[in-house]
C-alpha cells in the first residue's frame, strides 16, 4: 500500500520561501511511469495543480507558478520536495502530494495547512 505524507511548516512569512516535503512509503519515486505532485487548496476554492517530478526525473510546473516553484526529489530517502519562494497570504492553502498514473491520481497524502501570515 502506497502512502504519502506532507512535513513541513504550518506557518510562513510573507516574502519567504515556502518549503514543503512528501515522504513516500510503499513504492519507489523512480518505480514505472509514475508522476509525483504538488497540489494546492486555497480557502474556498478549488484543486490548483501546482507541478509534479516524474519517475525519471523530470520537472513540470504551473506556469501560473513556474517563477517562483521549484520541486525536487532525494531518491535515497524517497522523498520529493517544493520550495515556493516569495510567499503573499494568497499562497495560503491546504497543500496536498499525490501520485499520478496515466490520467488517474491514485494515492494522496492527508494534506498540510499552510499559512502565510507575518
Known amino acids: 500500500q502506497v502512502q504519502l505524507q506532507e512535513s513541513g511548516p504550518g506557518l510562513v512569512k510573507p516574502s519567504q520561501t515556502l518549503s514543503l516535503t512528501c515522504t513516500v512509503s510503499?513504492?519507489?519515486?523512480?518505480?514505472?511511469?509514475?508522476?509525483w505532485s504538488w497540489i494546492r487548496q486555497p480557502p474556498g476554492k478549488g484543486l490548483e495543480w501546482m507541478g509534479a517530478?516524474?519517475?525519471?526525473?523530470?520537472?513540470y510546473a504551473s506556469p501560473s507558478l513556474k517563477s517562483r516553484i521549484s520541486i525536487s526529489r532525494d531518491t535515497s530517502k524517497n522523498q520529493f520536495t517544493l520550495a515556493l519562494s516569495s510567499v503573499t497570504p494568497e499562497d495560503t492553502a491546504v497543500y496536498y502530494c499525490a501520485r499520478r498514473y496515466g490520467a488517474w491520481y491514485d494515492y494522496w497524502g492527508q494534506g498540510t495547512q499552510v499559512t502565510v501570515s507575518s
Open positions: 517530478i516524474s519517475y525519471s526525473g523530470s520537472t
Open positions: 510503499g513504492g519507489s519515486i523512480t518505480g514505472n511511469v509514475y508522476y
